[in-house]
């Protein structure tokens, strides 16, 4: 069995250059996190607040941390000075919660707009159909900035089957840099897990959030 360092630099030799691994860390403790740092990977994804604080506040800016979980709107108000970015916006009303509490924080918080790329009606995201609008919306806030675009894609059991979603995705991801709406800065596509990151870099992104295949199998209390 690989060591995290070891399974680190296995998945770095397989990015290209322009491709950042955010490393999603649910469920893992700081010392595992430690050992991803300092194996070259410091992006880090957390999805729990809860989980969140308390490694970050051991860590602290050894790492820049991507909330990439769903978000909960009584949490905004403790997730936006702990992060340094949101990669789960699909709403005008989060991101309204976001920007106020971003101001009283004296920061412009990066974000990204999550899509519902296979429009299932039970997952978080935006309809692709939406996503202009919903930028349009938001760059009228002042303490909030659009950086680009995150989807899940659908649960497969072969990864390939993501392509479509992706490129639906980076589709959307060309119209808004295309678009050169104010205050954004269109730069970041956040696609692909473990079992389709390589696809998805295939496809565009430049973002690719990768947990097991750095930590193992996740163990569930």
């Keep these: 069995m690989n060591t995290i360092g070891e399974n680190v630099l296995k998945i770095l030799s397989t990015i290209p250059q322009g491709v950042q691994v955010v490393a999603a860390a649910k469920t893992r403790n700081a010392q595992e996190i430690l050992q991803t740092i300092n194996s070259g990977i410091t992006l880090i994804g957390e999805n729990y607040l809860q989980e969140s604080r ?3 506040q051991e860590i602290g800016d050894k ?3 991507h909330f990439i979980g769903h ?3 009584n949490k905004v108000k403790y997730i936006v000075p702990l992060f340094d970015m949101i990669e789960t916006v699909d709403s005008v009303e989060l991101a309204e919660m976001i920007d106020r509490h971003a101001q009283k924080h004296g920061k412009v918080m990066p974000v990204l707009i999550e899509v519902n790329s ?3 009606p039970q997952k978080a995201g935006v309809m692709p159909g939406d996503v202009m609008a919903l930028v349009e919306k938001i760059s009228s806030f002042r303490n909030i900035q659009v950086q680009g675009l995150m989807t899940m894609g659908p649960f497969l059991e072969d ?3 993501l ?3 992706f490129r639906i995705t980076k589709a959307l991801f ?3 840099k295309e678009a050169t709406i104010e205050n954004t800065k269109i730069q970041h596509l956040s696609m692909g897990m473990s079992d389709s990151y390589l696809i998805a870099i295939e496809e565009g992104a430049t973002l ?6 750095i930590f193992g199998e996740r163990i569930y209390p």
Aim: avoid cysteine; charge should be negative.
């Design 118 to 120: 296979a429009e299932e």
């Design 163 to 165: 392509r479509p979603f």
């Design 63 to 65: 790492a820049t941390w």
């Design 208 to 213: 690719v959030r990768i947990g097991t295949s």
């Design 54 to 56: 308390e490694v970050i």
């Design 174 to 176: 060309e119209e808004l």
């Design 159 to 161: 990864p390939e089957g």
């Design 71 to 73: 978000i909960q709107k």
